[in-house]
């Protein structure tokens, strides 16, 4: 069975501070990988996509960055933190040619 | 633009009760809708699912309707169990995947 794992769970950072969160996925390989933005209350809007290592894809603009090191692991940063960026970051994995997305725990963003 | 809209915002039914969310989008080329629930500081979970040649899909107390001609679908939950209370996100996809805002579900017992 396939496993995906964010990290970290939480965190709390100040304005203009560095960002790094990460996303593994276990048991599948060649996954697309995505990472999706969760304000409070709200929709989910996806960020970044990858079909392969080292390809990745921007769907909107928000002073982020992503990055697929390795196969099973997806990278989302930022050199400078705003306050716009607190929210909930989401990975999720689809299969090649198929349509689901499945998403992972996901990490809680707080930017002070 | 690719939209999706669903409604009601938010929806409190009592237990036992069918709840029904609606969601309806623009974009003729989506052929692929599915539903997510999720919880409070957890991520989506897909819950059922259809494709466009479909006009309905059932899974337990979880059924699908889908009018294609009128772009709408609607997601019906049977007998609603307080543990149903969520949120839950219609999406569409052709090219890429595009969610609703959601429905915010609350089961009273």
């Known amino acids: 069975a396939q496993t995906i794992h964010q990290w970290p769970v939480a965190e709390i950072k100040a304005v203009g501070s560095p960002l790094s969160l990460g996303c593994t996925i276990k048991?599948?390989?060649?996954?697309?990988l995505y990472w999706y933005w969760q304000a409070t209350g709200g929709t989910l809007q996806q960020l970044f996509y990858s079909i392969t290592v080292g390809q990745v894809e921007s769907v909107v603009q928000l002073n982020l960055s992503a990055s697929r090191p390795k196969d099973d692991q997806f990278i989302l940063s930022t050199e400078k933190l705003l306050l716009s960026h607190s929210g909930f970051y989401l990975c999720?994995?689809?299969?090649?040619?198929?349509?689901?997305?499945?998403f992972g725990p996901g990490t809680r963003l707080l930017v002070l | 633009q690719q939209q999706v809209r669903q409604s009601p915002q938010s929806l409190t039914v009592w237990e036992g009760e069918t709840a029904i969310l609606n969601c309806s989008y623009e974009n003729s080329a989506f052929d692929y809708f599915p539903w997510y629930q999720q919880f409070p500081g957890e991520g989506p979970a897909l819950l059922i699912a259809?494709?466009?040649?479909?006009d309905k899909k059932e899974d337990g107390r979880f059924t699908i309707f889908f009018n294609k001609r009128e772009k709408k679908l609607s997601l019906h939950i049977t007998d609603s169990q307080p543990g149903d209370s969520a949120t839950y996100f219609c999406?569409?996809?052709?090219?890429?995947?595009?969610f609703g805002a959601g429905t915010k579900l609350t089961i009273k017992p």
């Open positions: 999720a994995w689809s299969s090649r040619n198929q349509d689901t997305q499945y």
């Open positions: 999406a569409a996809r052709n090219e890429k995947i595009t």
């Open positions: 259809i494709r466009s040649v479909s």
């Open positions: 048991g599948k390989s060649s996954p697309n």
